[in-house]
């Protein structure tokens, strides 16, 4: 769907000595890996506290568009972490923080296809929106003649993962999109699969996106992995250069993806989605930089061990 | 979307003689052209009546999957026009058709994303399914750990246009088309614009099919135009030559490309959404053999007129 070209990279490696990795970059870039459903993977609090204390940045990103930065914040602090909203990236941002880059006028209007989360950040950028939620349970009138009016003054549709998604949304949305002259067509992301719970794979934001590409044969702007813009915004927001920037993630279409568009280096954990095999298998042709079992390698995985 | 090549062909031409045209074909195929909203356009009788005089055999083909073949013959018929069901190809009995076609088990079940018309026409052609309208109205829970259990026995999920398009619908037929082995996955079209009500343009059924297609990153086996199989179908059953076959319609890329990717000879008539200027554009690479104004032009293009 994305046409970003995958860099042509030599076979990833097992990661042996963590100290290297550590020392060579300035911020390290998490995907959701850290915790598993509700609970946190072992071993993560020290980890995550042994690289604070050697002074590295920590950055938290998630495609996840359902929560805002403050709500992950809480989810954090349950589980006992604290990280502030400040090191937090889920797309719900990156959808307001893009508006924001390209001086989305105030008196434009978005409307979103979503959940509570891109509401609230959309609010807190100041900016002006309509639909979410409260749409959810809005039905077509069927009447001969039936014309649905939409606001001329919608500039923007965001589109992102939606549980309460329904015909009157793509409608609304569509005409948007189709009429409103230089209208945006965001997406938060494409994932074919997102987690609502850990029971089983649950169809992701692509789905609500596709409907969207479906009626309106237009592509979106992502604004989540693995397009670059959450990684160039991290960039210039803290002033690092990307070289000096390790993505570490579980997926290799989206986390590994992202790292390598934005020129990060990249490691992969074996304990999410993807396994070795997979990983070496030769259809796949994403190669991170490194590859290990879990997160916490990076306490055990010691040069002096050598 | 759909990867079929346009034939090259010479500019449109107006249709100049049309008793040549009709002299030179057995069988016309007619879009949903014959009417606007609730009403037939002006001289659509009388072109039927005499094109059924000289011998025509008429066919009525459209992406609608919303009824049957049954419920639009009593449209027809309350229009004042007598067509019978076997005249009358409409994308939902193109995937019952298709299912028959392929032998598709009779203990195997289709899961229906769409109307009444795919259930009805399942029904008749003797499959088991599930889905459809009923499911319009189901939500999932969002307990921790909750699973949504899918039937096994799903060997087709067909997706049409639906009104009552929903999250669950997307995550049902996505589990069984990933999930389930060998599973087909059948779109009745991916038309991005359909005509609920006259008033405007309506999101089609291309914005279900995009949702799966998201979800699924899998490709759907289209039924209706512009794939040819509703081509193959009617010169099968009625064993004819589809150089023989005139298809009549007023959309580019769905009637005429599907014309030509059939074989056939194709008329534009531009009563409909295509405009002469559109025709014409340089951006467009769909030229139909002919052109004209409208359908009762048949009456009155004659050759002993010049």
Redesign the interface.
Known sequence: ?ESFVTKASASAQPLKNADELIDSVETFIFDWVIWK??KLIDGVPETLDMLRSKGKRLVFVTNNSTKSRKQYGKKFETLGLTVTEEEIFASSFAAAAYLKSIDFPKDKKVYVVGEDGILKELELAGFQYLGGPEDGGK??E???????EHDKDVGAVVVGF??????YK??YG??CI?ENPGCLFIATN?D??TH?????????G????????????REPLVVGKPSTFMMDYLANKFGIQKSQICMVGDRLDTDILFGQNGGCKTLLVLSGVTSLSMLQSPNNSIQPDFYTNKISDFLSLKAAAV
């Not at 939606?162 to 015909?167: A, E, I, L, S, V």
């Not at 609502?196 to 992701?204: F, K, N, R, S, Y």
């Not at 692509?206 to 044969?217: C, H, K, N, P, R």
């Open positions: 769907m459903g509700d039905k077509i069927l009447k001969p003649g039936f014309l649905m939606d549980r309460y998604f329904n015909y793509v409608q569509t005409l189709r494409r074919a699969v609502l719970t850990d029971a089983q794979e649950w169809a992701g692509g789905s609500m996106v596709g409907a969207f590409v479906g009626s309106t044969q």
